[in-house]
């Protein structure tokens, strides 16, 4: 009998321990199974609303901000904004220390002044000082540098006319002449049309292949002249003597050892100073007499030695200072491919305060560039949250990249591509955007505002070109403007914004960009100028675009053998 109860005691003991745990299951929520739908995703394109953008890029691009230079309150305001809707919509840290920044370490240079000594070179060779001048905080020059080295130069001045090289006109001012560790004084604007012929047609891209071949030839730096008076040269001096305490050549902390900073300079000189120089009479006045002849007889033209040099003295010293990208991150459904990363990115760095504006308005406010495109990736993120809420998600992981730096040279970016938090070669796609918020003036000529220019697609990837157009035709239906998708273009816009750190590692991508409008690097670009049904129908086609990638069955593949070349020289 007690062996009988002592089983039946078992018996109750096993069978309450199995009710009890039979309860516990039933009560937890069943696992919900996650869609992946690509059409189901697309559905959510609609959370991007103009309403949004515009409540969002108006306290982003507002005074308060500062211009959001790199390395600045206002640059590290902004991260701390984005910071916080990324965590609103329930988005993984995955920067450092469970944060959403990833911070990065960047070397610059600060000024405090520059001395120039001018001086006579007589037939022994020996130098014979004609003016000592200082530029600094306080003070203003004979000359003020507008960029170059950190290093001490002395040299001897050439006289290069125009400094044009242009052969099927006849032109070369600088022929026989060994310019290598030379000042080369150059005068004016050359006229656009020499004998009947044109010179240029757009005289910014004439002077960047202009500045370009006089880079090649190692000179110690260039003096620029114009016609302007000595009141207006004043002017010019005085206004730049707020950039002195002011850091400049800003660049990745690990890579300062590799980069050369004793570059070529450019100064602008005084009308006076250049006179003295070129042995002219009547000083800024006789000058433009001067300027006028040379322009008469361009092709007959050549450079010359002057019997003057140079000394360029900077006082600087060097600061460290740190700046971060703001990562946020949503890992994929699918067991499969959730390893694998679409990144989707915009830089939100701008200019800061200007140093020369001459109205009330200080803060180059960045609306567009890249406002617009920075909240353009935070809308899309907001789309993809809220299919998220519903069990609605991509196959493919999403990381959302806002980077900063890129005004000084692309730096967030660079360091995210040579410290990735995903594997590069993980990384299917970059879909990058930069000033989506603005109509250029070819299409406000034409009338069009539903356009994109598309930089990379098929001149990278015919499937990313392919997948490009297939989001495009669901979502925004822009035209897509190939303008300026060849790797040929002059303007090279194909590595000018953040997705060249991507593509030199050969990932294939995919550049938003609606063009340079007249407010460009300008204090004026403000929120009032924003067309938001533009950016709207644009940031739903990124966003399209890269649900079709997530969940494309394979990842896109590079086939342009150009662009594979391309990469193998970086």
């Keep these: 009998m007690k062996k009988y109860l002592s089983f039946a005691l078992g018996l109750l003991f096993i069978a309450g321990c199995s009710s009890s745990n039979n309860a516990s299951e039933q009560s937890q929520p069943a696992q919900q199974t996650i869609n992946t739908d690509a059409q189901a995703l697309l559905s959510y394109q609609d959370a991007i609303t103009t309403d949004y953008l515009r409540a969002h890029l108006t306290p982003f691009a507002a005074d308060s901000m500062e211009g959001r230079e790199t390395g600045t309150k206002g640059q590290k305001k902004a991260a701390d904004y984005l910071s916080k809707q990324y ?105 656009q049309v020499v004998n009947g ?40 001096a005085e206004a730049h003597k707020k950039s002195f305490g002011k850091l400049s050549g800003m660049q990745l902390a690990y890579r300062a050892q590799d980069n050369n900073r004793q570059g070529i300079s450019f100064n602008s000189i005084s009308p006076a100073q250049a006179a003295t120089i070129l042995n002219v009479e009547n000083g800024a006045q006789g000058l433009k007499a001067f300027n006028d002849e ?37 890992e994929g459904a699918d067991p499969q491919l959730k390893d694998e990363v679409v ?73 995210y591509s040579d410290h990735p938090i995903y594997p590069i070669e993980k990384t299917v796609a970059n879909i990058n955007t930069d000033m989506i918020g603005r109509v250029d003036p070819k299409h406000q000529k034409s009338g069009n505002e539903n356009y994109i220019y598309i930089i990379g697609g098929d001149i990278i990837s015919s499937d990313m070109d392919s997948l490009l157009k297939a989001g495009n035709a669901r979502s925004g239906q822009l035209e897509l403007d190939m303008r300026y998708n060849d790797l040929n273009d002059p303007n090279r816009f194909y590595r000018r914004s953040d997705h060249w750190n991507f593509g030199r590692f050969g990932v294939p991508f995919v550049f938003f ?14 929120v009032d100028k924003i067309n938001f049904e533009l950016m709207a129908k644009t940031a739903r086609s990124m966003y399209a675009t890269t649900v079709m990638v997530a969940n494309a069955d394979s990842v896109p593949k590079v086939d342009n053998q150009e662009f594979i070349e391309i990469t193998k020289e970086n």
Excluded: C
């Excluded at 003016?131 to 905080?137: D, G």
């Excluded at 008469?296 to 450079?303: Q, R, V």
């Excluded at 960009?513 to 403000?526: A, K, L, P, R």
């Design 87 to 191: 965590r609103s919509l329930g988005l993984k840290p995955v920067g450092d220390n469970g944060s959403y920044f990833q911070h990065f370490d960047l070397t610059a240079t600060r000024t405090d002044s520059v001395v120039f000594q001018t001086y006579a070179i007589n037939k022994d060779g020996g130098e014979e000082l004609v003016s000592k001048s200082v530029s600094s905080k306080n003070s203003s020059a004979n000359y003020t540098r507008q960029f170059g080295g950190d290093d001490i130069k002395n040299a001897e001045i050439i006289f290069g006319g125009y400094g044009i090289q242009h052969e099927a006109l006849g032109i070369d001012h600088l022929q026989g002449v060994d310019l290598k560790g030379k000042w080369l004084l150059i005068t004016g604007a050359p006229p």
């Design 343 to 415: 990144v989707l990115s915009a830089h939100y760095d701008h200019l800061g305060l200007s140093l020369s504006s001459t109205s009330d308005d200080t803060v180059y406010n960045g609306a567009n560039d890249d406002g617009s495109g920075t909240i353009g990736v935070l809308s899309a993120a907001r789309a993809f949250s809220k299919a998220k809420a519903n069990g609605v998600k991509p196959k493919r992981s999403i990381l959302f990249l806002s980077v900063s730096g890129e005004e000084k040279g692309l730096l967030g970016s660079r360091y």
């Design 294 to 330: 040379l322009s008469e007889n361009i092709t007959e033209f050549s450079a010359r030695a002057t019997g003057y040099g140079l000394t360029q003295i900077p006082y600087t010293s060097d600061v460290t200072i740190e700046s971060e990208n703001v990562a946020a991150f949503m």
């Design 513 to 526: 960009f609606n063009g340079v409008h007249e407010d460009y690097h300008s204090t004026s670009d403000e």
């Design 197 to 236: 012929d044109t010179l240029f047609t757009d005289l910014q891209k004439f002077g960047q292949s202009w500045f370009g071949n006089l880079n090649r030839q190692g000179l110690a730096g260039v003096l620029g002249v114009n016609d302007s008076t000595m009141q207006q040269f004043n002017e010019s």
